[in-house]
RNA sequence: GCCGGCUUAGCUCAGUUGGUUAGAGCGCUAGAUUGUGGAUCUAGAGGUCCCCGGUUCGAGCCCGGGAGCUGGUACCA
């Protein structure tokens, strides 16, 4: 091995930090943009914060204060002062508002679309770096600021493209859990926490493994055992049941609540709140099959007051082996009463909601459904005659077209190969011929590969040379518009 | 973090009880074709068998340690 080779660095790439293809980088926009439209459209503006917060703003609901790197991404400034990556919209909005309170107008209501960080391990479209687009309304306490909230996270999955059924806003509140824990005879918070995690494993574990999540424990298929929250057999009945209580409508799902026995007063009030939302949700036009009530919805631990809930993407993808995967939840929020508060002391409610933009961009780039074009080119066959094979790109280029000329030293296969795999519309072919006769020769290349489909022998491919057509240089730019699909 | 599985060509994978020069399909490059992306045929290029150490006359294969990937689980503010 030669020295050289010794200091070669290795090529490689830290995972969960994903290179992005045209195909990804082209659904985020489409996504971004869509999201946000809808959020302007609602009466927020926009407001980006920088991606770094102290970590002491970034707050108490760290993990692990004396390791900062746990789950955020850390490092000391020269002033030995710890900053953080932002791990989420809110949380520097949260420090925003406090800090420019005498400022800003109450409510205040803002958007933002952009990357956040989280120091955790990667899976399969779960990234360490993704693109959150975020709501927040602050100074605004009630259901009504709640069912608006709910209300804008359907439009957005709408907007996302998710049509009528292929997706739900799962609804619930935080004060209705803790009733019924103290309903249950949960006390102790640390137990209570646990209760928390093991309810919101019921969609993918179901009553059983929820049961043994609450009780003993559970084993997961590798044989390793998650140590459960140790109730008793009847404090789980109290807790199962009220995860299942739910209907198919939201009326009768908050009824179920209410009437159900031993409701604490902090249930209570979470039931009305509940029931406020529906009225509100019903007289936007947001039906049952778009926003339901589930009380296993959990969403997290330290900072929701009130409300929560979660958006679900329902429609199925293939990935790449054409096997069927679901996505779960794409989008979440919530009430955050506490959050402003913790900077100042004085009570500033709140609420918001945000959209994971990066899972389902690159789950439609997987799924093909996500396609970018590539420019029309136009081949470069005597080399003598660059300056007129400029002059075409350009044409097109001026039309609006995007298009550009072959710029390697390669033959005019290899020219063909490259139009191929930059999925190019159509090729420009200008040789001896064309130029005498005073034309171009054009050759669509989608209808090219159709008609070849059927074709086996090479002879008749290469004589017919399918979609390809001879038209004077004058008609080059609307023939191509046609090829293109551009008015 | 915890538990499991995996790691051989660009990709997907064979590789016998530990035995000479490690294979296939696909892909890639070139030609058959003066100027044509598919298909067919022909030829060619491409390897640190993940890394380090051990056992052995001999290791892709056995043993120990490490790394990476992957699945589950935990965490997800």
């Known amino acids: 091995m030669s020295k050289d080779e010794q200091q070669r660095p290795e090529a490689r790439k830290p995972r969960g930090f994903p290179d992005r293809t045209a195909a990804v980088i082209a659904a985020e926009r489409r996504l971004v943009d869509a999201i946000s439209t809808v959020y302007q459209r609602w009466g927020f503006d926009a407001l980006d914060t920088g991606p770094f917060e102290y970590v002491d703003a970034l707050g108490k609901f760290l993990p692990d204060t004396d390791r900062p790197n746990s789950g955020v991404f850390a490092l000391q ?86 049509g009528q059924g292929e997706y739900v806003i799962r609804v619930n509140s935080r004060q209705i859990l803790d009733g019924i824990m103290e309903t249950a005879g949960v006390i102790d918070p640390a137990q209570r926490g646990t209760v928390l995690r093991a309810l919101d494993k019921f969609d993918k574990f179901g009553v059983e ?84 009530f589930d009380p296993s919805i959990v969403r997290g631990l330290e900072y929701y007051t009130g409300p929560v809930f979660e958006a679900e993407f329902l429609r199925e993808f293939r990935d790449a082996d054409g096997n069927p995967m679901r996505f779960g939840s794409v989008g979440g929020g919530g009430r955050y009463d506490g959050l402003v508060a913790r900077f100042r002391g004085e009570p500033a409610p709140a609420t918001g909601f945000s959209v994971g933009v990066s899972r389902l961009a690159a789950a439609m780039a997987a799924t093909g459904e996500e396609k970018v074009q590539g420019p029309v080119l136009v081949l470069v066959l005597d080399k003598d005659q660059l300056a007129d094979y400029a002059t075409l790109a350009s044409d097109l280029r001026r039309a609006g077209i995007r298009a550009e000329m072959y710029l390697g030293s390669s033959g005019m296969k290899p020219q063909m ?14 040789g001896g011929n064309e130029r005498e006769k005073g034309v171009v020769t054009i050759k669509d290349l989608n209808a090219g590969a159709a008609a070849a489909k059927g074709m086996t022998d090479n002879d008749a491919w290469r004589s017919e040379r399918p979609g390809q057509f001879e038209c004077p240089r004058s008609e080059m730019v609307a023939r191509i518009k046609a090829i293109v699909g551009q008015p």
């Open 77 to 162: 400034d020269d002033d030995e002062q710890w900053i953080a990556l932002r791990y989420d919209h809110t949380a520097p909005l949260a420090r925003y508002v406090a800090e420019n309170w005498e400022r800003i107008p109450k409510p205040f209501r803002r958007y933002s679309a952009g990357p956040v960080w989280r120091n955790e391990k990667p899976g399969p479209f779960r990234f360490r770096e993704f693109i959150q687009c975020d709501a927040d309304s602050v100074g605004v306490a009630g259901p009504a600021a709640d069912a608006e909230m709910i209300a804008i996270a359907a439009e957005a999955m709408q907007a996302a493209g998710a």
């Open 209 to 292: 493994g929820v049961s043994l999540l609450l009780g003993r424990g559970r084993k997961d298929e590798s044989g390793d055992v998650t140590q459960g929250a140790g109730l008793a057999a009847n404090q789980i009945d109290v807790l199962i049941e009220f995860i299942t209580s739910r209907s198919t409508t939201r009326s009768e799902t908050v009824r179920k609540l209410a009437n159900s026995t031993g409701m604490t007063r902090s249930g209570a009030q979470g039931v009305a709140e509940l029931a406020e939302i529906d009225a509100i949700l019903s007289a936007l036009g947001i039906g049952d099959d778009a926003a339901a």
């Open 417 to 430: 190969k490259y139009a191929d795999r930059r999925n190019s519309p159509a090729v420009v072919i200008v």
